[in-house]
């Protein structure tokens, strides 16, 4: 079997006037996150770590913050996208593990639709698919309430 790993990494600022969105999921929030797109941090992480194990680059090779067709983009038809990108050389998901560093607001009762969100978008069983949620105990950006960062880890398995 030849399987591949890859990881990924992203951070946003936490700003007024716009939706929190992570892992496809409206939360609500007094902020969201600022970004070209819909800003979806946890699913930009998840499209950095499919890309990175085959060696495909980043995100923003495919989806670039200075294309304007990408603003406000809905980070879950990209996930799409690069899924079947993935496909289409010959590979599948088999597990995914992310976690998300935020001190607010809490996500553990969101943790679930996160994960149902993610396994559909990728066509996979919620068991292949984890979400975690940490706080960084009041240090750094994140520890101060200023931005949301979301690490994850893929493990594609080759197909043909």
Known sequence: MNIRIGNGYDIHRLVSDRH???????????KGLLGHSDADVLTHTIMDAMLGALALGDIGHYFPPTDPQWAGADSIKLLQAVN??????GWQISNLDSVIIAEAPKLKIHIKSMCDRLAQALELKTNQ?????????GLDS??????????????LVQTI
């Open 20 to 30: 929190l969105i992570l892992g496809g999921v409206h939360i609500p929030h007094e």
């Open 84 to 89: 079947q990108l993935i496909k289409a050389q």
């Open 129 to 137: 698919v984890s979400v975690k949620a940490t706080t960084n105990e």
């Open 142 to 155: 994140m520890g101060q309430r200023e931005s949301i960062a979301a690490h994850a880890v893929v493990l």
